[in-house]
């Protein structure tokens, strides 16, 4: 028997009062707040295990001997199962998170996941369908996705996220289009940023030269960026990682699945590490105006080139981080990042530079 909601341990400990009772018994969650008055041996009984695990004390000769009839009638009040702990490790299945004192080297390789049995296990999402028909339809608890969505798992080929293969290709992003796109996006900034400071200290016939002009640029793209280091950091942590304030809707775990959930999901598909320029345009407007609201024209554009610019870097060295073996600095960022995945997901959250990590406390050690 196989229900559609699965349950996490801590929510069915939320539901420990008279008039909302559940309890779990072989893995499968009752929501026995009906049955509690009529209970032959007395509410108090129920309610002593309210929100817990009654497995033991029902199998439990010594306690109290339960008939047939009484497991028959336990069913009626079946709302689902439970999940295995996040630290189980099945062969075979997604890897329970690595201990504090493990070591990730740079050549590291996760071992497959087996699509079928981490599927009748955790009853999360079959990697051999569409992901996003199953997160659209689905009837997970929040704290059943959160578990389960920072659980990492691999598959050699790119997982289907679309049912039809025409809307398939608009889920993919290599990451070669990230430079393709965005750095001459960026000259155009640096380039409009010089010609508009040679106009901004015009006086009379006093103009700056060429060179000046690039250079006083050139100051403004250093510091977007540093800037951009800062948004990185406060993009991951916030806006990523947005899982406490997330609300309770499936609506808002498949927005959340799309924008970096699949990537802890997933993370080795190669076409979901980098941002597809439509959600980088969608995140970076804002910026726009604000550093338009606040600089002056020509300092803006600058600051946005530089900001630009230091996203190339970003989402290529993500992709690195994850299938690539690199300069030293590099390899020590990808064995942060990859502590990040399969160590300590609300840690970690620089990928460029620890710096920000370490200014907000949230370094990996």
Known sequence: MSWSKTFTRGDVAQHSSKEDC???FDNVVYDVTDFIADHPGGEDLIMEYAG?????????????VHSRSAYTML???AIGKVSLPETMSL?????????????????????ETDVAKDYVHHQFLDLSKPLIPQMWYSSFSKEFYLEQVHIPRHCKEPAQLMPYAFLEVFTKT???VIPMMWLPIAAAFFHL??????????????????MEGYAAAFGCFVFGVVFWTFLEYLFHRFLFHMDRLLPRHQFFYLMHF?????HHFLPM????LVMPPVLFATLSFPMLLLAHAVLPTAMANGVISGSYSMYVVYDTMHYALHHTKLPEYVREQKRYHLEHHYKNYELGFGVTSKIWDYVFHTVLV
Request: no cysteine; aromatic share 16%; glycine share 6%.
């Open 269 to 272: 598909d190669r076409y979901r």
């Open 258 to 262: 799309l924008l970096h959930g699949i």
């Open 22 to 24: 559940w309890v779990i």
């Open 91 to 111: 062969e075979g299945m997604a890897p329970a998170f690595l201990p504090a004192d493990a070591h990730i080297s740079d050549d590291f390789v996760p071992e």
């Open 193 to 210: 940023s010089a010609t508009q400071y040679k106009e901004f200290f015009y006086t009379g016939n006093a103009t700056l030269s060429n």
């Open 174 to 176: 290599p990451w070669y």
């Open 52 to 64: 817990q695990d009654v497995t033991a004390i029902m199998k439990n000769k010594d306690s109290h």
């Open 75 to 77: 069913g009626d009040f």
